[in-house]
C-alpha cells in the first residue's frame, strides 16, 4: 500500500495526515480548556500544524524516489498554506 506512486496516494496521505493531527489537536485541546480556562489552541494553529506534520511524510517520500506521490503531498501542503493565508490573513 505504501509503495505506489501515484498522485491521487499522495493527496489522500496528506489529507488523512492532516486532518488526523488536526483532530487530534481538537480533542486534546477540549477537555484542557474545560479544565485550565487559560488553556486555548487556536483554529489556525491546528491547521498549520496539521500541515507541517506533511514535511515528515514529504521527506518520507522524497528519499524514496516517489516523486508523484511526493507532488500530491506538496500540492495539498500548498492549498492548505493557501487557505491559512485567506482565511486568518486577510482583511
Do not use: C, Q
Not at 44 to 51: H, K, Y
Not at 70 to 75: A, F, Q, T, Y
Amino acid at each position: 500500500m505504501f509503495k505506489k506512486d501515484n498522485f491521487p496516494f499522495g493527496f489522500t496521505l496528506a489529507l488523512l495526515v492532516t486532518l488526523s493531527v488536526y483532530g487530534i489537536f481538537y480533542l486534546i485541546e477540549i477537555p484542557l480548556h474545560m479544565m485550565f480556562h487559560w488553556f486555548y489552541v487556536s483554529e489556525g494553529t491546528m491547521i498549520t500544524t496539521g500541515l507541517s506534520a506533511n514535511l515528515i511524510v514529504i521527506n518520507y517520500y522524497l528519499n524514496r524516489k516517489a516523486n508523484r506521490t511526493s507532488k500530491g503531498i506538496m500540492v495539498l501542503f500548498l492549498l492548505g498554506a493557501l487557505y491559512v493565508v485567506v482565511k486568518f490573513f486577510s482583511d
